[in-house]
């Protein structure tokens, strides 16, 4: 997400008080695993938006907002809570011709990995959808829909995940009136098309997308509150070719419990759970994190 003015100077103070002061109890219910603060060097570090986390819980693979990704591993003691994160330096995604994206085009929001090990991103500022056969390659342009040229400003393609047929769901941050649900655009032999929505519920946008192993569609949602700070939220839907189900919510924070949550990976652990991974942008801001949070689904 990019700075926008509702993180003005009091937004700001708001937030810093949300920040120290959300490390109370969980208020979601069971399944807090941990919270993780991600901190380095690497002055490219900021801005997460996305996170991909492989069958073993321990190789990812994270975008930011600025147009970079890493690749790297999730250190975990012998609960399988997370202690650190050994990760590359972050590197700029790449255009067409191996050239780095442009900055006005480069507000990278959305990943997934096919089942094929190729890597699709969204975008928000310029709302499309571009495949990497290798992330570290150069990209491909999907067909650009009319309709995501309509889409709003700085509020579009946030969500994005890939199904085991290797088709793409997308779902833009807003959808333009606040009793209009959001539609849910699907990429599939190489066309787009706009089978389904997904109805509002309060003040909750979506952010984040994943199918998890047991085929289900995950929707991370947040929701800011001023001075209380960011809440999150995820809902499980079951899609059926063209339907989708009124869906389940799994987990809803309180206000500061965490930071501003936008990436979602679901995988299944050795316990035979699943695992919600989630990962926060930081803005760049000194008084938020990038914070990696993991909740267990034992159902």
């Given at each position: ?206 952010v984040g997308a994943d199918f ?50 936008e990436g979602l990976s679901v ?33």
């Amino acid at each position: 997400m990019p700075r926008r003015s509702r993180f003005a100077l009091t937004g700001a103070l708001a937030l810093v008080l949300a920040v120290h002061t959300s490390a109370g109890a969980d208020d979601a219910g069971a399944g807090f695993v941990s919270a993780f603060t991600w901190r380095s060097s690497d002055p490219g570090l900021g801005g997460m938006s996305a996170i991909e986390v492989a069958a073993d819980g321990r190789n990812f693979v994270a975008l930011s907002d600025r147009g970079r990704w890493t690749s790297g591993r999730l250190v975990r003691d012998g609960k399988g809570v997370i202690t650190g994160v050994d990760a590359s330096p972050l590197r700029l995604l790449s255009g067409q011709a191996n050239a780095p994206l442009k900055k006005s085009r480069a507000d990278s929001e959305g990943l997934a990995i096919g089942p094929d090990g190729a890597a699709y991103v969204s975008f928000e500022g310029v709302a499309r959808v571009l495949r990497y056969a290798r992330i570290e390659g150069s990209a491909e342009n999907l067909p650009r829909p009319e309709a995501f040229r309509r889409m709003q400003s700085n509020s579009s393609l946030e969500a994005l995940a890939i199904d085991g047929k290797g088709w793409l769901y997308t779902v833009p941050e807003r959808s333009g009136r606040e009793d209009r649900p959001f539609p849910v655009w699907r990429y599939r032999n190489g066309t787009w098309d706009q089978p389904f929505a997904i109805p509002r519920q309060g003040g909750f946008l979506p952010v984040g997308a994943d199918f998890g192993p047991d085929g289900r569609f995950y929707l991370l949602e947040r929701e800011f509150r001023g001075l209380l700070g960011f809440a999150s939220r995820v809902r499980r839907f079951t899609i059926d070719g063209n339907r989708i189900d009124a869906g389940e919510t799994l987990l809803q924070t309180r206000p500061g419990r965490h930071d501003n949550l936008e990436g979602l990976s679901v995988w299944q652990d050795t316990g035979g759970a699943i695992r919600l991974t989630m990962i926060s942008d930081d803005n760049f801001r000194f008084f938020q994190r990038t914070e990696i949070v993991e909740y267990r689904i034992r159902n």
